[in-house]
């Protein structure tokens, strides 16, 4: 029973640690499925993990936080649509100088608001999003298995966090179930003949490159207002390249992308829980490879041991209209 309520606690270790992964994966699928390659998530998610704990701590409000991330990393998304897409300029630059922005304006403007080294304030109870206890989780928890899983795996999380798994079949209905979602994904594969059929290309793609730069600003706020108690510097620390490489390995599809982002927050609830735990035959092992896996297994996966992936084929083209 013991080895049972250990595997619960890393499963619910996962589910934490996977969400900022899973919301920025959904939002570079939204974009890359419209044909605008975004290099930039990491940028977004940074930026507006910034605003929301700047936010949050001048107006003691979890929701202005979150607000202000989303306008913020919603700005950073505009302006990479309107130099790859109003400008056809390159979208991998565009993407990489994003987060060159994000990385410096942060930790300049952090310093010079609240004279913390980049950090933004320690936040209180109030200013941050609290775990939810479903109903009849407290009365169950002492049930062998079924009750001790719903109360200490499926309850007890952030609304962000039911909000990130809910986008999952979200996302599924509107790219598969809806018209938007439909042109959307014909304007990644063959814009021409979208444009043929009188649809605007860069109007499709400009909204597909918002809902990446909302998605991005609930990433953001999920870090700073719920994993974490406000900003600090760099928090993000690669998690948007390893949202992209979720959303190869998904081969840009929603509900394969949400497992690919729980297998890599289980490696990384896995690193936590076995930091110092001396294994068998090999030892103690030194806690910087336990943190390595996540990248590793990026490394690993992106080297082409996950098939074919094919991305959208006006994927980073951008389109110039036939005259």
């Known amino acids: 029973m013991e080895s049972f309520n250990t595997l619960i606690v890393v499963l619910d270790s996962t589910v934490r640690l996977s969400i900022p992964l899973l919301l920025a994966c959904l939002a570079g699928l939204y974009s890359e499925r419209a044909g605008v390659f975004d290099i930039g998530l990491e940028g977004k998610m940074l930026a507006g993990a910034f605003a929301a704990g700047a936010a949050a701590a001048v107006y003691g409000s ?7 991330a989303i306008l913020v990393s919603g700005f950073l998304a505009l302006v990479h649509g309107f130099a790859s897409i109003t400008h056809r300029g390159n979208q991998i630059v565009s993407g990489v100088a994003i987060n060159f ?14 004279s913390q080294g980049g950090r933004t304030p320690s936040l209180d109870a109030e200013s941050r999003f609290g775990a939810i206890t479903l109903p009849f989780a407290e009365a169950v928890q002492d049930i062998p298995v079924i009750g001790y899983t719903y109360y200490e795996l499926i309850s007890g999380h952030s609304a962000l966090t039911y909000f990130a798994f809910a986008m999952v079949f979200v996302t599924w209905w509107v790219l598969f179930r809806t018209r938007f979602g439909l042109r959307m994904r014909a304007v990644g594969e063959n814009p021409a003949a979208v444009d043929t059929a009188g649809i605007s290309v860069p109007w499709l793609r400009y909204r597909a490159v918002l809902i990446t730069g909302v998605l991005c600003g609930f990433a953001g706020s999920y870090l700073a207002l719920a994993q974490n108690a406000g900003f600090v510097k760099d928090m993000t620390a690669g998690k948007g390249y390893i949202a992209l490489a979720a959303l190869i390995f998904a081969k840009w599809r929603p509900v394969p992308a949400m497992f690919a982002c729980l297998l890599f927050g289980f490696l990384d609830a896995l690193a936590i829980r076995l930091q110092g735990t001396p294994l068998p035959v090999v030892g103690r092992v030194p806690a910087q490879l336990f943190q390595a896996l996540p990248y590793i297994l990026t490394v690993i996966l992106l080297a082409g041991f996950i098939g ?12 110039v209209k036939e005259r």
């Open 62 to 68: 979890a929701w202005a936080g979150l607000g202000a």
């Open 101 to 114: 922005i994000a990385a410096g304006s942060t930790i300049i403007l952090g310093q010079a608001w609240f």
């Open 308 to 319: 074919k992936a094919i991305p959208p084929r006006a994927g980073g083209i951008p389109y």
